[in-house]
């Protein structure tokens, strides 16, 4: 028989709850709802999303006559101020704690640094960051240093919410080697650290594990990177059509955990489906 282990904490994070909460209440109150991009990153909510009303837009005009939604990730500052200017609602579905990102990027620009963001130089929440600054340098690996970003003597770091700790750490001390006056900012948020933290242990003490979350999902993304360098039998799935039984063969103990952006009924339907595996094998 085997084991199933579900990680404490994992599934939707705060911020990704709260804006599907405010998507669900704007769809209710206004029916239909215009969004610029994904509102959070896994397809499955977003399909359900789209069925009760929220619409994609690729500009502005399109969302006309309707509450213009911003993702959870950021959104850049002019495109907001268009919207206003356009007289649509704007309802404010940024997570708190990537405003709090915003804040202290802001910070350390008026102290006059050149801001690094160290995080996935294509990622909406990296960009809606860089958006709001004027000398913004992104790092994604240690080796853009130098090839992407002249560190300048006077700098300042910031780092994408969801970022590895193992990728900071391996970019930071040659950051501090480029620059005379640096100030740094770890970003890095909670639900994040805590996670990372679950997963090396689910990875350590578990013979399989499988992370849920959509492809799209850099937190989903990271999180199976993380395993896999601790784990060989770890796997990410986007639901319980992506699963192999032969993955199980001789696994006696299954750890599973979820990316930010996972909603509960998609980590209960793998787990119903994972024990029902195990309940055929004993027939």
């Known amino acids: 028989m085997m084991e ?3 990680a404490e904490h994992c599934g939707f994070c705060f911020g990704v709850k709260r804006a599907v909460t405010l998507a669900s209440d ?3 109150k206004y029916g239909r709802v215009a969004v610029m991009g994904d509102l959070v990153h896994n397809k ?3 399909e359900k999303l789209r069925k009760r009303g929220l619409v994609y837009v690729r500009d502005l005009e399109e969302a006309a006559g309707m509450p213009l939604l911003l993702q959870a990730h950021g959104t850049a500052p002019l495109l907001i101020e268009k919207a ?5 609602k704007v309802i404010d579905a940024t997570c708190p704690l990537v405003s709090e990102i915003h804040r202290s990027a802001l910070e350390l620009e008026s102290e006059g640094r050149q801001v690094i963001v160290i995080g996935d130089r294509d990622h909406d929440e990296v960009r809606g960051i860089v958006s709001r600054l004027h000398d913004a340098c992104v790092i994604s690996h240690a080796p853009d240093i130098g090839e992407h970003c002249d560190i300048k003597p ?7 919410s969801t970022q590895q700790f193992e990728n900071v750490r391996e970019i930071l001390p040659i950051l501090l080697t480029k620059s005379h006056d640096c100030r740094i900012i770890n970003t890095i948020c909670e639900p994040t650290r805590r996670n990372q933290k679950e ?3 689910l990875a350590k003490s578990n013979d399989c594990v499988l992370v849920i979350g959509d492809a799209a999902s850099a937190n989903s993304t990271r999180l199976f990177t993380l395993l896999q360098s601790m784990n060989p039998n770890s796997y990410r799935i986007s639901g319980v059509e992506e699963i192999d039984s032969n993955w199980f063969r001789g696994c006696k103990t299954l750890g599973i955990t979820a990316g930010a952006s996972t909603p509960d009924e998609l980590i209960d339907e793998v787990l119903q489906y ?5 309940g055929d094998k004993k027939k």
């Open 4 to 6: 199933i282990r579900l």
């Open 26 to 28: 704007a769809l209710e």
């Open 44 to 46: 499955k909510v977003m």
């Open 84 to 88: 206003r200017k356009m007289g649509l």
């Open 154 to 160: 006077k700098c300042g770091v910031v780092i994408q």
């Open 199 to 201: 997963v090396r242990e």
């Open 274 to 278: 994972v024990k029902s595996l195990d």
